[in-house]
């Protein structure tokens, strides 16, 4: 079985940063993709940024420029810088891994930008 841990959520004020971690363990065989969705309360869940194994990052336009996703290929683990963090950002933050042909979520971690 595959697990997905998340770390690294909390509380920032506007315009801070914030680093989430994702490390994958368990019977790793391949790893597709990995990334970052994140739902915020009475939303649907919404992709962040993806990172697909030897393919093209996409982030969703309201984070470009100011969020940025890595792998460390040898940990099994993606990690999302956030910088210039908004109020609109505060949403609870799920790693995502396509792994051995099947996908996983992490638990989540919550991320919440207030003055």
């Known amino acids: 079985q595959v697990q997905l841990v998340e770390s690294g959520g909390g509380l920032v004020q506007p315009g801070g940063s914030l680093r989430l971690s994702c490390a994958a363990s368990?019977?790793?065989?391949?790893?597709?993709?990995m990334g970052w969705y994140r739902q915020a309360p009475g939303k649907q869940r919404e992709l962040v940024a993806t990172m697909p194994s030897g393919g093209i990052t996409n982030y969703q336009d309201s984070v470009k420029g100011r969020f940025t996703i890595s792998r460390d290929n040898a940990k099994n683990t993606v990690y999302l810088q956030m910088n210039s963090l908004k109020p609109e950002d505060t949403a609870v933050y799920y790693c995502?891994?396509?792994?051995?042909?099947?996908?996983?979520w992490g638990q989540g971690t919550q991320v919440t930008v207030s003055s």
């Open positions: 368990g019977s790793i065989f391949s790893i597709a993709a």
């Open positions: 995502y891994g396509r792994i051995n042909v099947n996908n996983y």
